[in-house]
């Protein structure tokens, strides 16, 4: 696959073994992140590329996403004397990505890291744009910073390490990137069946490529770069309720239904037609079936809107794809407009 | 005073009032950062300048310059509802400068701040550069990253409020730029007496104007930057021996130590002449003191000094004034040399 080039640091999908291996080699103490997963099912797949190096491990999930475990990551740099010239792998998903690329980019005022994204989640997603952070007092990426890192080396057989739910969670993030950027792509997607063999290669190139093509041309979030919330103004206040129930939904499941709610919105604002709107629904449904949404205090997702860093005090702004393969962003959106959005879904 | 313009950011020393109000004016939420000494001392004098605002108040003192206080700063941002779009303005000196913008910096993926240095350390040292951080594990800015203020505001009404011993401290930094770039200067500094009235405007405006054209030219110390670390490479293992005493040494005393003894070295390495030496060192002596070293651990001061960020490995490189109004840097120092200069100055 050809390189991506993103904002002074390659994206390496797959193959481009010796570049990977030449990157790493001009660093003299390399520490690796990992957690009880990806240390059993992907650092056996690559730990023979890294030389010599040190592993840090973490215990798993966003729970652990948090402060406590950054003063223990800085805590295992500072005893294991890395310095200004060491490098940090991130050999994980989107939790070790965001964690260990805040830990590295303020450790000694910032220590070169690399991306080695394990779920096919982080693979479209976080592995490109330089959003980094913790969680901190219950809100997500409360505290972090935006940094590059050297590379990225995406390897798409760590995605038969992954448990089902877990890679159809990622493929909601697929979804939105066709939706916002190419019809062409949104109906090849509705085509394939996750039972089947399918083409990672290809499919995570594609996506990852549209990520890194928005977020070059608004790398802080002034503007265009708000398209890459579809869905996930509603998406993240469902699942932040959801995690406080004792099955909280995969961050992709909730963002496949915060789509079809704001796909709903934008049809209300004229943006979408509602047959699109259908087909959307439809796609997501066959793949993640249908939600119980009456089990969610609909004050309690409002509630959670409000704390978004995404909304300006009390105005709701989202971003609404309409037509399929474009997106419209700072669109202001009223409560009642939300509410007459989940009536329609119910 | 003229503008010094640094990097996409003004420092701003006296007057300027209708400049900074202006940029302050562009913000709908402001913190002002404070400490029991500040807000008694420095924060009546420019409050009515902030329009409305929130103030933050932690306790002085470089030992709370730590995650605990980093985490309360957080808390505190959180709970009074700052957004992407607030100011945080930092009022005091380097522990405030420098926490304060790491966690500014890392709020929210870093939101704006401003900074309004109170001490003399502070107003020609800490803010310019874009270093920010806090200690960790006996470690200082261990934990930090680069960032720029949107302006740095110098009032040196403030320091009138200063302790005596305070304002000597951080005439070593001013007495450090001038050796390492100006011959004129370093004898114009001889002259003054601290204990008469000072013209602390220009010498001010001077010696940031030297800081922030090293720092321009150099902004991630990569190279030419480390000429501002003369005198810290044992300055600052001095300072962490002081630290566990009774009676600690201010940085800028530590710096004075730190400046003849490596003064010495830079003679034993035929950088310096021993005429100039003992002109360094009459005038700093004049000022601060001479200081019994018997007291320090030889052993810890070298161990501190391999824990040293500036160190690779085993090497020690350290920077070194030679003639007066030039620095060297990258200098290779060996052990012996250093325990030379110790017994020099005993």
Redesign the interface.
């Known amino acids: 696959m050809p390189i991506i080039n993103s904002n002074n640091y390659e994206v390496l999908v797959d193959e481009h073994i010796d570049k990977l291996k030449s990157l790493i080699s001009n660093y003299q103490k390399i520490a690796v992140i990992v957690d009880e997963n990806t240390i059993s099912h992907c650092y056996p797949i690559v730990k023979d590329h890294f030389g010599n190096h040190e592993l840090i491990e973490i215990s798993s999930g966003e729970k652990n996403k948090n402060?406590d475990t950054c003063?223990f990551i800085?805590?295992q740099l500072?005893e294991k004397s890395f310095?200004?010239?060491s490098l940090v792998i991130n050999l994980g998903g989107g939790v070790i990505g965001d964690m260990g690329g805040?830990c590295a980019?303020?450790?000694?005022?910032?220590i070169d890291f690399l991306q080695m994204p394990t779920t096919l989640l982080s693979q479209v997603d976080a592995s490109v744009g330089g959003?980094?952070?913790v969680d901190?007092?219950g809100?997500k990426?409360?505290?972090?910073?935006?940094n590059n890192p050297i590379a990225v080396w995406i390897n798409t057989d760590f995605l038969h390490t992954l448990p089902k739910k877990e890679l159809i969670s990622g493929f909601a993030e697929m979804i939105k990137h066709s939706l916002i950027s190419s019809k062409d792509i949104f109906y090849k997607l509705s085509k394939i069946d996750l039972n089947q063999k399918i083409d990672w290669t290809t499919l995570v190139h594609e996506s990852v490529g549209i990520k890194n093509k928005v977020v070059l041309e608004d790398p802080f979030e002034k503007g265009l770069r708000k398209i890459l919330n579809f869905g996930h103004s509603l998406g993240h206040a469902i699942e932040t309720e959801s995690l406080k129930t004792d099955d909280p939904l995969p961050h992709g499941y909730a963002i496949a239904i915060g789509m079809i709610l704001e796909s709903n919105i934008a049809v209300e604002k004229g943006l979408l037609s509602l047959e699109e709107s259908n087909q959307i629904s439809e796609f997501i449904t066959k793949i993640y079936g249908r939600f119980d949404l009456s089990d969610y205090d609909m004050d309690a997702i409002i509630s959670n809107l409000k704390h978004d860093?995404k909304n300006?005090?009390t105005k709701f702004l989202f971003s609404l794809v309409g037509p399929i393969g474009h997106c419209n962003y700072n669109v202001e959106v009223k409560l009642s407009e939300i509410e007459n959005a989940f009536n329609s879904y119910q």
């Open positions: 402060l003063n800085w805590s500072i310095d200004r010239k805040f980019s303020s450790y000694m005022r910032g959003k980094l952070g901190y007092q809100l990426n409360i505290v972090g910073t935006f860093k300006e005090d």
